[in-house]
């Protein structure tokens, strides 16, 4: 007897190999994802522009780094004493504005040189809601916390949703390899501010303009991330105490049902390796000359040579 409706992810005919390069860009969600596969020691980068969460800012995003298009003053605003690009993360709002150009242009940088290479991108859209800048009538990826009275809040008509996962997945298929592979995923993590409602009509209308896209472009493929969540994890165990986002646990099992459909056998055993091997570096000793824990140490950077040897990019370099 069953008692839950598990979620499978089709199996993919081609595989992501050790040496395989992964961007992702997107939700808190892609982090998470990414994160996980850095542990694993693949080489990723996630987010050149910070979280950002609806596809005409993911479509801007991948737009600027395939032209490597940097950023100038005239670009950014004031607030707060910091200046901001509607472009990014408020991660990147800087005090003076050379310094908010220069992590902004440098991510612009490493993500376009990374996406030249890029076997695999990962898009994860977590909103159809999006803001418009009132006094620059310009769409925002992130409010920075400006008070709600300079925006204007509505949803993404399907048409502006489908022109912007074709205009990232014509940009991408340009600047990437040849043969590479986009995946698509709607976040689980509700939007709550948004309403209940308007979080399910979000939601809906993302997957809506995903699934018309998938169905007609070449090698883009839909992960049902969100519904691994809603069906197969519909437990609030799995969520954190604000009941939105998912525990570490269910993003570990998603990652796995990932794995199971995505990876090569190889990159299966690499990646569980490293897995062993990066819990066994947080191990701590009160006494480092202890023979036992010496010992412990060589065998680990034993294991951590031998994964070594199997890759031609740097891993554990923080070991």
């Not at 504005?97 to 440098?106: K, S, Y």
């Not at 437990?235 to 939105?244: A, G, P, S, T, V």
């Not at 099992?253 to 794995?259: R, S, V």
């Not at 819990?279 to 140490?297: G, S, W």
Request: net charge negative.
């Amino acid at each position: 007897m069953k008692f839950r409706t598990e979620v499978d992810i089709p199996k993919s005919e081609k595989k992501i190999e050790v040496e395989d390069k992964i961007f992702s860009i997107g939700s808190c969600f892609a982090s998470e994802m990414t994160d996980l596969l850095g542990q694993g020691q693949l080489q990723t980068v996630n987010n050149p522009f910070g979280t950002i969460f609806n596809p005409f800012s993911i479509s801007n995003a991948v737009k600027r780094l395939h032209d490597s298009e940097f950023y100038t003053e005239d670009e950014l605003i004031t607030f707060n004493d910091e200046f901001i690009s509607l472009d990014h993360h408020s991660s990147f709002d800087r005090r003076y504005i050379h310094q908010t150009l220069d992590v902004i242009n440098a991510g612009i940088e490493v993500g376009n040189r990374f996406l030249q290479d890029a076997g695999w991108v990962i898009i994860t859209y977590g909103t159809s809601f999006i803001y418009e800048f009132i006094p620059k009538k310009k769409l925002a990826a992130n409010c920075h916390k400006i008070p709600q009275k300079f925006f204007e809040k509505r949803l993404l008509s399907h048409q502006e949703l489908t022109d912007s996962i074709y205009n990232t997945v014509l940009n991408l298929k340009d600047i990437c390899r040849d043969d590479v592979q986009i995946l698509f995923t709607v976040s689980p993590v509700r939007h709550t501010k948004d309403g209940m409602v308007e979080n399910q009509l979000s939601k809906s209308k993302l997957i809506t303009a995903v699934h018309e896209a998938v169905s007609q472009l070449e090698n883009c493929h839909y992960l049902p991330v969100y519904e691994i969540m809603m069906d197969d994890l519909r437990d609030y165990r799995f969520y954190k105490e604000d009941m939105l986002h998912p525990t570490s646990q269910a993003v570990s099992y998603i990652f796995d049902k990932f794995g199971e459909a995505y990876f090569s056998e190889d990159t299966k055993s690499f990646i569980k390796e490293n897995f062993k091997i990066n819990r066994a570096l947080e191990h701590r000793t009160d006494d480092e000359k202890d023979p036992k824990y010496i010992e412990f140490r060589e065998k680990l950077s034993q294991r951590i040579e031998i994964q070594r040897g199997k890759v031609r990019h740097k891993i554990f370099s923080d070991d």
